[in-house]
């Protein structure tokens, strides 16, 4: 009788769920579209997701039997592709150990290993490592680090960041103010977050064009406001979800002598560019610099599970230890996840261990030999490309249900966002399955825009 009277308390759907075994083949998709949200979409009136039930290689199978391409490596992270045997196999062992243990007062090897592959990939000085959640998390976590510095060394008044337009760094509260505050994706939340400064975004693309004037609003914010910025946070480079836009290393090299010159930190945010993506393992190496910060996540675990890195000097560290609260004030549930971590390693030593670099050329001249002839079709505005990064930016927005749809038709999986389709693919992408990708997509820009 108790167990009926609590049933009696509960909404009907909810006693539907329980009585059917929860979901079955046939409700499960009308169950998920009901009641799951989906990144940057509505709950109700959303465009359908195309539910996968398996993934190989560089393959997405959805529920109905197709096999798609996959040109997005799963927002960037799924480097070596699917259901790889070598990630399987160290999942698997580091079960059999434990899955997660509290990292407060307790440690574990598959973190230390982690850490020592971490220092020795990224640039000196950099070698104390954080390690946490989500990149949103790591650019938190940067930030903080920037701020408990200057309070440290009895400069509290160092609290704000300066960037760039156009970038974005996350979706946490810290990370939204530095995103755009105007061309970004979260201007409903201008009002409760912390005013940074914002300098325009650089322009130039190679250095043999550098001008000087692309630093000059740059140059003039940290000049007047450095007594306040703890920190200058960009992603190096690259600028990702904020537009898909590359730019000279003349402007990193230029950012990071103004950093040292007005004493102001140097954060680089490297989740999307990490790990080889731009044709160096980080895209600060196309610049010779080091940051004082650096964040990563996305590909560290080869796209198997959530898991990010913050790594800085030990001046840094030394100092924040140092004085009060004599501890760097942050610590996630997850942090270190053994499983995650493990993963982690086998994944590093995977990437370290094949061909990568003369993968990602052989993508990148793929890309220009599809991409290069697409410019002269009226309705693109530009294509450009770096790495194992192809883009293709159109005049107007993509219909994305329309485009998307086409994609699916062509057996490829590319989701592009505003004017921009694009690829960042697996690095384990074969010659012919990537001209088949770039083919799909080319046919199909040309087919929704041009009436081709």
């Not at 890309?367 to 079709?377: D, E, K, S, Y």
Request: hydrophobic share 45%; aromatic share 10%; net charge negative.
């Amino acid at each position: 009788l108790g167990a009926f009277a609590s049933l009696r308390r509960i909404p009907w759907v909810k006693i539907h769920i329980l009585m059917n075994n929860y979901l079955s083949d046939a409700n499960w998709l009308e169950f998920e579209k009901n009641h799951v949200w989906h990144p940057y979409a509505p709950l109700e009136g959303a465009l359908p997701p195309y539910p996968v039930k398996s993934a190989q290689g560089v393959y997405l199978t959805l529920e109905d039997g197709r096999k798609l391409i996959d040109g997005m490596s799963s927002w960037w992270s799924a480097i070596h592709g699917y259901n790889h045997p070598v990630l399987n196999q160290a999942a698997r062992a580091q079960l059999d150990s434990m899955s997660h243990v509290m990292f407060g007062g307790l440690t574990h090897r598959p973190a230390a290993e982690l850490a020592a592959r971490l220092v020795s990939l990224t640039p000196e000085p950099l070698e104390k490592v954080f390690l946490c959640d989500s990149g949103s998390v790591s650019v938190e976590v940067a930030i903080k680090l920037a701020i408990q510095y200057w309070a440290a060394v009895g400069q509290p008044g160092k609290q704000r960041m300066l960037t760039v337009r156009r970038g974005y760094h996350g979706d946490t509260a810290g990370a939204m103010a530095v995103c755009d505050p105007e061309t970004g994706m979260h201007h409903l939340f201008t009002q409760i977050l912390t005013q940074q400064f914002f300098a325009e975004a650089p322009s130039v693309v190679r250095d043999e064009d550098w001008q000087d004037s692309d630093i000059a609003s740059f140059r003039s914010l940290i000049e007047t406001h450095h007594d306040e910025i703890a920190a200058v946070i960009l992603e190096p480079i690259v600028q990702g979800a904020g537009g898909m836009r590359f730019y000279a290393p003349e402007y990193l090299r230029q950012v990071r002598a103004l950093c040292d010159k007005f004493k102001v930190l140097l954060i680089a945010d490297e989740i999307a560019t990490g790990f080889g993506r731009t044709g160096k393992m980080f895209s600060c190496e196309h610049a010779g610099i080091s940051p004082d910060i650096i964040c990563l996540g996305k590909a560290i675990t080869g796209g198997y599970l959530s898991l990010a890195a913050v790594l800085t000097t030990a001046e840094i560290s030394r100092t924040i230890s140092a004085n009060p609260p004599g501890a760097f004030m942050h610590g996630p549930t997850f942090m270190a996840n053994p499983l995650a971590c493990a993963i982690a390693n086998a994944s590093i030593d995977l990437l370290l261990d094949s061909p990568w670099q003369q993968r990602i050329s052989a993508m990148t001249e793929t890309f220009a030999n599809h991409l290069q002839p697409c410019l002269a079709w009226d309705g693109v505005a530009d294509v450009r490309w770096i790495g194992g990064i192809g883009v293709l930016e159109l005049e107007q927005p993509v219909n994305l249900a329309s485009i998307t749809r086409r994609f699916v038709d062509k057996g490829i999986w590319i989701r592009p966002f505003g004017r921009l389709v694009y690829v960042m693919p697996p690095y384990v992408i074969d010659d012919k399955q990537l001209e088949t990708l770039l083919s799909a997509l080319t046919q199909t820009v040309s087919e929704e825009f041009m009436g081709r």
